[in-house]
């Protein structure tokens, strides 16, 4: 009995663990990594108002108050001898305030992100800006000249933070991009967009469950936002994880420019700046924020072409029919259909299937109060599973000469 209550004693300490969910198509290998120094999440809502701004210093360089100055940051994506310099843009307001930095194109292929943080940042006026904003509006530039999502060696760069000096190829990049740009900030936005042909739902991702991540999110109007603790090795987690409160904003699909879209990324960004005191550019929206806690994925049981029958943000019930799947061969034609009501927050783009392909994300509006009894049932679930396995392993030992 005591080595049963032993290993239950175990799987209760690590059962949050084992309860994260890892994105859909996350890295198989882990990363080496390195533990960030961890500092007290700042306050991004404290009151700056007629503090005097102090110079802002970044990748060896200082920036005055109320200037605006381009960076050169060389990381280790330099191919050979040759210096390849990752173009960081920084606005240092007039007056204090927090320092947000805005992250764009961890995955080459997503555009969209660059657009926003393009706009965002060329359109702020430092004499009237309060804080600071630092734009690194393509990380992966090796990706982005290959029109392709991962880094050069055919990795994840956003499986692999906080990094480590002496890892892997993209987790010395990541480690570069913590250390050299991350740790001066005091929050990040990671601008995204869906992967492999896939579109989202204008969206924020965020860990509700960190205080200061909640209410950053809370700054952005109207957008949608899932509850997600992100998966392992991502730029949101390590930043959260070191003190500075993150967030992912999904917008749109890969390898194109989607201009509403975008527009919608700029608006709540500038709400976001708007409401933690940096600007005076208040945005109006015409709904309260929608705050999923939960979500699922539909994949395809069968391959073919896909044809979707709903868009996204669409309201669907159970068995509602979200897409068909067509044969190309024989014609057959195969419905798929949904598992459960909820709001599409993403979908495949039509296209070439094959079984097990995610082709929808629904989101489900559940209160954290039913989350959490979700998850402790599920414990419990586990330990009397448990139980039971050790007993009868116990009692097939006794019962051996």
């Known amino acids: 009995m005591r080595k049963i209550w032993l290993v239950i004693l175990i799987l209760l300490a690590a059962a949050p663990a084992l309860a994260t969910e890892a994105a859909d198509g996350a890295e198989a290998d882990a990363p080496a990594k390195t533990e960030p120094a961890v500092r007290q999440p700042q306050d991004l809502k404290a009151k700056f108002t007629g503090a005097a701004a102090e110079v802002f210093r970044l990748i060896e360089t200082e920036i005055r108050p109320g200037t605006r ?16 310099a990752t173009p960081v843009i920084v606005v240092n307001g007039s007056q204090a305030g927090p320092v947000l930095c805005l992250t764009a194109a961890i995955h080459g292929d997503e555009l969209n992100g660059i657009e926003i943080a393009r ?18 509006p393509i990380v992966n530039l090796e990706g982005f000249w290959r029109r392709d999502r991962y880094i050069g060696d055919r990795r994840d760069l956003n499986r692999y933070f906080p990094g480590s000096p002496d890892g892997a190829y993209p987790g010395r990049v990541a480690f570069a991009l913590m250390k050299d740009i991350v740790k001066h900030c005091d929050a990040v936005v990671d601008l995204h967009t869906g992967s492999f042909y896939r579109e989202n739902l204008p969206q924020l991702r965020a860990d509700l469950a960190v205080k200061q991540v909640a209410n950053l999110a809370e700054g952005f109007g109207g957008l949608t936002v899932l509850h997600n603790a992100g998966p392992p ?38 709400t976001l700046l708007h409401t933690i005191g940096m600007i005076d550019r208040p945005r109006t929206w015409s709904r309260p924020q929608p705050v999923f806690y939960a979500s699922q994925f539909v994949r395809a049981e069968v391959g073919g072409i896909l044809i979707n029958r709903v868009k996204l943000g669409a309201k669907i019930k159970t068995d509602t029919v979200l897409a068909e799947i067509i044969d190309p061969i024989n014609n057959s034609v195969f419905e798929v259909k949904s ?11 039509n296209q070439f299937v094959s079984p097990g392909f995610a082709i929808f994300r629904i989101g489900h509006k559940k209160s954290k109060e039913e989350l959490k009894q979700k998850a402790e049932a599920e414990k419990e679930t586990q330990t009397e599973q448990l139980i039971e396995e050790l007993g009868a392993n116990e009692a097939t030992r006794d019962r051996k000469p």
């Open 119 to 136: 706009r965002v940042v060329n359109s702020l006026d430092p004499k009237k800006l309060r804080g600071v904003v630092v734009g690194v």
């Open 233 to 270: 090795g991502s730029l949101r987690g390590a930043a959260t994880a070191a003190g500075i409160p993150t967030v992912v904003m999904e917008i749109g699909g890969p390898l194109s420019l989607e201009l509403k879209k975008v527009e919608l990324g700029v608006k709540s960004l500038e």
């Open 69 to 84: 100055r381009s960076l050169r940051w060389f990381s280790p994506q330099a191919p050979g001898g040759f210096a390849v």
């Open 339 to 349: 598992p459960a009501g909820g709001t599409i927050l993403g979908r495949a783009q």
